[in-house]
């Protein structure tokens, strides 16, 4: 039970605007919070009656509040967002996704300009379009440009060195600019009318090529006309299909949908009028179910991150009232220097924006629950089948990679009931004396792991899963031992079969005990999900350090030196595109006969 005197505290708390943090007894940050009125606010977590568990489990906890003043609500906001971004306190609804959004790139500097994918910061000399809300539709867009517009794809360093055209000009997606097949002042022409549709204007593309059209008809160019009417047909089509365009408006919809302790946030990108398509989050909500703290959360985190100024729309529309609302909207007008309204009572397009993208929650949060009852059900078969003592909620596998024992990793991933838990998977590069030695690989990759958990008092695994049979478990068992850890941690081996058939695996304890569950056993699937996870994400490991080991190793390639180093990669535009290139290419690059290209073909593909 807490000893904190909640009473005299807030005696002398300031009816001011400002941030609180509560911490437990370790001087540990459980929460922060803002607040319009401190004491207001921090006099509601200390009533005789408190609905929320999640706030009663958190109230028990407290041993120390702080506080910080602030000019305004705004202001509170603010830094409240930067705590929480440093501190992570675990009673706090926390936003576990954060990847940058992906652009469409033109290359209007160059001569016959690049459409391309384009995720990072931006620099001179191209333009960029978006953002969009995935890779997925990142790519559609960009496979409808090269078709519609024929702009070329490829890379800088692939255009400089063509004499013959490439397969997307044999499949018309592009008119081989590198082999002077199309006229600079046609191909600026397609890229103007790319440029035009990326940026919502469509209707002017059409215009224009109706115009041509007609043009080339009259001129008695039917070939012609035929291709402008293709084209022309190619943009109405896509017009058409996007049947929620309202003329103008950069907007983010967005919608939630709470059900059985899990929540999903649906943001719908609207950009120049057109829907570029929606992306799903799930925050951590730590037990909370009211929807408006959830959203209120969510949308601080989201819009007041690391976010490039021109992801940000102009209006955001929401599915309710807030009460931080107005808070909310100073702080971003404050943050990106121009007006960003919140909005909740909209008509015609708005209100269809709004309504597909609770559409696309609902649906989110559907498959999302039918998932994870799945998924408990056959973590309540592994209980069965293991005849567990207590439950199995949390199991942790590892797995070990390398190539003829060098260079060799070790993954461990993590799932719960929720499914795969990737921000706690862990690569370890291990180092065997001998390579190949898995069994001394495995048992160096558990030993830092447990250490480092009980040591910074983290979440032990209900289950440690092995990708091995009774050498690799038991090796993994005597780790554990050696950590006192093997009355809390239950160990399992699982090995293929005779013939490495899937479902003929066999499932290894510490005690003896040899099971075959059978392919129908739903606990093995779940095992063999767990499995091939760790197996692939080793694999990941591996590729990742062995390529790391190459780069880092161009400088030992026999007979070439700083001069050609530099020769190549000037030639080539990078390391990627060196390692892919023929033995007929490298002997192009200045300084580099064909018995030098022979050998560093062979370095990349030996």
Known sequence: MSSFDAKHFLAHCPRTPGVYRMLDGKAGVLYVGKARDLRARLSSYFQKRV???????????????????????????????SLIKTLRPPYNILLRDDKSYPYIKITTSDRFPRVTFHRGSRRPGAQYFGPYPSAGSVRETLALIEKVFLIRNCRDSFFRNRSRPCLQYQIHRCTAPCVDLVSEEHYATQVRMAIDFLSGRSREVTRRLTREMEAAAERLEFERAAELRDQLAAVQAVQQK???????????????????GLAVIEVLMVRQGRVLGHRSFRPDTRGEDNQEEILEAFLAQYYLGERDEQSIPKEILLPMALPGAEALQEALTGRY???????????????????????????TIAGDLAAREHLESRFHALETLLEADAPIRHVECFDISHTQGERAVASCVVFDQHGPRKGDYRHFNVTPDQGGDDYQALEEAVRRRYQRVVKEEGRLPDLLLI????????????????LQLDNRILVMGIGKGPTRKPGLEALYLPDGRELVPGGGDSALHLLQQIRDEAHRFAITGHRARRAKARRSGLEEIPGVGPKRRKALLSHFGGLKQLRNASKEELARVEGVNAQTAQTIYDWFHG
Do not use: C, P, Y
């Open 51 to 81: 609905d929320s568990a999640k706030t009663r489990a958190l109230v028990a906890k407290i041993e120390a509040v702080e506080t910080t003043v602030t000019g305004s609500e705004a202001e509170a906001l603010l830094l409240e967002q």
């Open 242 to 260: 996007q049947n929620v365009e309202a003329g103008s408006g950069n907007v983010d919809a967005v919608a939630i949908a709470t059900r059985h």
């Open 337 to 363: 220097q121009r007006q960003i309204r919140l909005a909740w009572r909209v008509r015609a397009g708005r209100s269809a924006w709004l309504n597909m993208a609770k559409t696309n929650a609902e649906q």
């Open 467 to 482: 990708d091995g049979g009774k050498g690799q478990m038991r090796r993994a068992f005597e780790v554990i031992q050696s």
